[in-house]
């Protein structure tokens, strides 16, 4: 008779799946959820963390769904990997990598986007979850201003609005940022990746969706003190997110844009 830990990795065995997805559930009167395998955190020395919140893909049948009303379950698609080619990029031209945090659960289980309740869809114990998802932000923001006195946080996401652009959000006040030479898009769009807003394109035209930041850009940002600016940055999927080959050929454009970025906001610049 198999116990549950014996199951649960023989599910994951014969699933071919990730371990990530072994974690077993809290049984009654049992250790509380761990999380830990839930978070995928890799340290840096750039002043530069990307948040991936919507990659995830781990999905065990043991965690209820949510159903929250009018919540959104569908994921990210590589947006994991693209992070994981865009950190590699810079290692490539520059010899050191940014942070990365990045959600593993599906979203269909867990939004890392959103405050607490929608988050887990009101499943109390994958609280531990979030703390978990943003303890390990605290962290990477924490270790990069050990290193640097600003940093810059981009929340990476993926959209499947019909126009192929990249849609940059800012729910910022902060003057350097909304400064017409300071915004992040014009750069992309003068290297050849459609994105919005810029100096062309103010704003979408009304009927275009358009996402202007959401939980993790108000909540990792300056605005609520601390020296970390966040951005969140929504990719078009074909031609950037659908092909290794195509990751790797936006992670170099991306690298060019950021590094010239943070030389000019936050003066830094590779060793
Ligand atoms: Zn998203």
Known sequence: MWG?????????????????????????????????????ATDGTIPLVIVVSHGGSVAPAWLPDRDCVACVTATDLKTHELAIAIADGFDRRVGARPFVVANLLHRRKFDANRAVAEATGGHVPLEAMWTLFHARIDSAKARALRQHPRALLIDLHGHGHPIARLEIGYLLTSGDLRAPDAVLAPRFSAAGVAAVPSAALPAPAAADAYFSGGYNTWRHDSLG???????????????????????????????????????????????
């Open 4 to 40: 549950p830990v014996a199951l649960a990795l023989a599910l994951a065995i014969a699933c071919g799946g990730d371990p990530a997805g072994a974690a077993l559930p809290p049984a009654g009167g049992g250790p509380p959820l761990d999380p830990s395998p839930w978070v995928a």
């Open 225 to 271: 003190g601390g020296a970390v600016d966040a951005i969140q940055v929504e990719s078009h999927y074909l031609g950037v997110r659908d092909t290794p080959a195509a990751r790797t050929a936006f992670a170099e454009t991306f690298v060019t844009v950021l590094l010239q970025y943070l030389a000019d906001h936050y003066d830094w610049r590779p060793a």
